[in-house]
């Protein structure tokens, strides 16, 4: 789920701590010569990544509540030409046409999210029997399309009836949503298996409670923010231990984060080293938390009279154990080594520096070998997923009917080519989720910016795929670049 603010500056509101002693170091090399060999594992996981508010539409259908996106969108000057997800590519009826675009692309796994709302239209209290029924229609036909699903519980479309109780900054959100998760898993666990909680808390509480750019934008005292963002991580250590309290033997969970793509600035052992400790230093607030179940004294001492305030019985709940990390990775963040306190610094791009249609979204395809590795180094990750990885493009339909997307097929290419390089020498990504399959609703910037291989004619809702689509199609088929 893109948006248009780079990772970076989200840097002053992050911390970390030094590198867990004994993680294990990647550097095994697969088999094969990684120089030569360009192919993917057999068993490599392909596939696509959507999200509720962003493809479903039918905003008022089936007992579905409202939630802070459709708040936010129908609020004047909030979204790009008044946008709003109340059809977006119309999802919620038209699923298996797209479960039919996603098998000929020869998907193994797709990624999508339930809108907690469809569930629990004020966020907490009776149950809607019709949104439990709609999503399990959805991953019965993907099952039987030979597609596995991957659930992420939330996306970013918070009730509206719990963000006027405070949202994220009440305490009591973080219980609602564990609860709706630990539903959802008692109910659908025969049909889910793999379970993603939160889709980058980062960005809904610094870009909706922190500059106000996205749903329910607000602008909120540092001291209130940070008790938001414990809150959101709370929130997901609790929907950990309630999904694991519901559901069959078996089923997976994890989370889907856009880390800050740390990336030396180029390869040298002192820049490599000063990565290491800033991915953990500007990851701080969320993924190092959530993976170790401490804040750092840097971050808190950074905060100062504004630091959260935490129980141990909570952080044990932020850190609870996962059984696989999905990473979200659209541009890098470069640091240099350097004679600070920290040990490293922070590489701005200058103005000249190259970017895909989105001013934010930078090209830089080496993140996806770098931040995957430093990843699974610093956090002993053994099985992690490229949960979002993709790039806007201005897409226009040729003479021909066709969309020549050559700018989108430079992206994927250049990145997958990094990703593979990674994989060859064991870091344990499992598989890519291509963000994304569609074009879709693209938060504050409506439906100008499109981010999918299928090109979507909103006022007809005709898919076509574009020649990103048919790039991926081959990758998939030959398991190879």
Excluded at 215 to 236: I, N
Aim: glycine share 8%; charged share 20%.
């Amino acid at each position: 789920m893109p948006h248009r603010i780079s990772r970076r500056t989200f840097a002053t509101l992050a911390a970390a701590t030094a590198a867990a002693a004994g993680t294990p170091s990647v550097h095994a090399a697969a088999p094969g010569n990684p120089a030569t060999d360009r192919t993917f594992p057999k068993d490599f996981l392909w596939g696509s990544a959507t999200a509720s508010y962003q493809v479903e539409g039918a905003v008022n259908e089936d007992g579905r509540g409202t939630t802070v996106w459709d708040t936010f969108a129908h609020t004047a000057g909030k979204t790009h030409n008044g946008d709003t997800g109340d059809v977006a590519t119309d999802s919620y009826h038209r699923y298996p046409e797209d479960i039919a675009i996603m098998k000929d692309l020869g998907l193994k796994t797709c990624r999508f999210s339930i809108a907690w709302s469809r569930i629990f239209p004020t966020g907490t209290g009776q149950p809607n029997q019709k949104g439990i029924d709609h999503y399990r229609k959805f991953a019965e036909a993907l099952l039987a399309a030979g597609i596995q699903p991957y659930c992420t519980l939330y996306h970013w479309d918070l009730p509206q009836l719990l963000e006027d109780k405070g949202g994220w900054q009440n305490r009591d959100t973080a219980v609602a949503f564990a609860d709706y998760a630990g539903y959802v898993a008692s109910k659908l666990g025969d049909v889910l298996h793999n379970y993603m909680t939160m889709n980058e808390i980062s960005t809904f509480i610094e870009l909706g409670y922190g500059n106000g750019l996205h749903a329910p934008g607000l602008q909120l005292s540092r001291g209130k923010l940070a008790q938001a963002r414990h809150h959101a991580v709370l929130g997901h250590g609790l929907a950990v231990q309630a999904i694991r309290a519901h559901s069959k033997p078996g089923t997976k969970v994890g989370s889907a984060e856009n880390l800050s793509a740390i990336t030396p600035v180029y390869n040298a052992p002192e820049h490599v080293a000063a990565a290491r400790k800033a991915i953990q230093e500007e990851n701080a607030g969320y993924l190092n938390v959530m993976r170790t179940g401490k804040y750092t004294d840097r971050y808190l001492a950074q905060l100062g009279a504004d630091a959260p305030k935490f129980t141990s019985e909570e952080m044990r709940a932020i850190g609870s154990p996962l059984d696989f990390q999905g990473i979200n990775i659209y541009q890098p963040a470069f640091v240099r080594a350097s004679n600070n306190a920290d040990g490293y610094e922070m590489v701005a791009n200058p103005a000249s520096y190259p970017h895909m249609f989105s001013p934010w979204l930078f090209i830089g395809p080496e993140t996806l070998y770098w931040t995957p590795k430093l990843a699974c180094e610093v956090w002993g990750i053994k099985e992690m997923y490229i949960t979002e990885n993709g790039c806007s493009s201005d897409d226009k339909v040729a003479a021909d009917g066709q969309i020549y997307d050559s700018d989108r097929v430079m992206y994927l290419k250049n990145y997958l080519t990094s990703l593979q390089r990674a994989v060859s020498e064991g870091v344990p990504v499992k598989g890519y989720f291509c963000w994304s399959l569609l074009d879709n609703y693209e938060w504050a910037d409506g439906y100008e910016k499109r981010f999918g291989i299928t090109y979507v004619d909103f006022a007809t809702q005709k898919r076509t795929p574009k020649l990103s689509s048919h790039f991926y199609k081959n990758l998939i088929s030959t398991g190879a670049l």
